[in-house]
């Protein structure tokens, strides 16, 4: 199957939700929100992302994971990462609560396309250790995690949809053959991270796979004349003078996390980091890098 297969089949069932002046929208992708150990990316940025989540929340936003928000290729439990960082699940509970949250899997949590692992995992909140004979508390129930979502722009039967996915189609190493990808993700790359040793399998890491990626999804986007928005390479990217692809970056680069933001039908791309004030205060700072650029 080819990529150009596998990105349509990612989109033959996706979930459809209106594009308009009133709808406000926040992409994020690559979290890979971790266990806490050694190996989790996603700690040093986690007050950042905090920050960030709880700012969409106040200003209404609807909040769109592109994928690749757990770790679940290095880790095995879903529970365990939940604990660890549960400020942030709790705020995300939230936003399912309002009916303002939609999520995307990605290769490194395809494990959540399995209906049942929803079920298992976000149901209802982790029993306390130290008394297990607790009830569980309702947390997200009937969470449903998708492979892509289509924002329908309903102001023109002439303007291009948005087409949301992780981005991992275009790699075969990393859709068909995941779990090949896991294993040696898990017992191969995951101990040589720690000496500094990246995964040249990863598009994130790796240049060469990077461009190729972002070659092809925008080849797709052109071909099929959509607007393709990805994470899965990091490569945070808005251009006013190409409108067919754009990437929502990551939440592990290494001193801020990037976002899109779909508002009054403009998008823009958004750095979070932290800044200090003039009286050497520290305090997390919202810039805009790009945009806002028209959605038509």
């Not at 002046?21 to 986690?46: E, M, P, Q």
């Not at 939940?82 to 705020?91: M, P, Y």
């Not at 290494?254 to 009054?264: A, D, M, Q, V």
């Amino acid at each position: 199957m080819s990529y150009h297969s596998r990105l349509n089949k990612a989109f033959e069932k996706a979930l459809r939700l209106p594009l308009n002046y009133r709808t406000k929208y926040v992409l994020i992708s690559d979290c890979h929100r971790g266990a806490g150990t050694s190996n989790d990316n996603f700690l040093k940025n986690r007050h950042l992302y905090f920050a960030a989540l709880q700012y969409y929340y106040k200003m209404g936003y609807c909040y769109i994971e592109l994928g690749d928000g757990d770790e679940l290729w290095e880790n095995r439990s879903m529970e365990q990462i939940i604990r660890t960082h549960s400020d942030v699940f709790c705020l995300l509970s939230h936003f399912h609560e309002k009916g303002r949250l939609y999520m995307l899997y990605g290769n490194h949590d395809m494990v959540k396309k399995n209906a049942g692992y929803a079920t298992d995992n976000f149901n209802s909140w982790p029993s306390c250790e130290s008394h297990p004979h607790l009830h569980r508390q309702p947390f997200m129930p009937d969470l449903k995690f998708y492979e892509g979502i289509i924002l329908e722009n309903t102001l023109s039967p002439d303007s291009r949809d948005i087409y949301l996915t992780h981005g991992h189609q275009t790699d075969l190493l990393n859709s068909s053959l995941w779990k090949v990808s896991r294993f040696l993700v898990r017992y191969l790359w995951k101990p040589l991270e720690r000496y500094g040793v990246l995964d040249p399998t990863s598009a994130a890491k790796n240049y060469i796979r990077k461009n190729k990626t972002e070659m092809r999804l925008h080849d797709y986007a052109r071909q099929k004349n959509i607007i393709l928005i990805t994470g899965h390479t990091h490569r945070p990217m808005l251009s006013a003078s190409d409108s067919y692809y754009h990437n929502s970056g990551s939440c592990v680069h290494p001193y801020c996390i990037t976002c899109l933001e779909i508002e009054h039908m403009h998008i823009s791309l958004v750095k979070w980091t932290l800044t200090t004030h003039g009286d050497m205060s520290l305090y997390v700072s919202r810039e805009v890098m790009m945009g806002p650029e028209e959605l038509g």
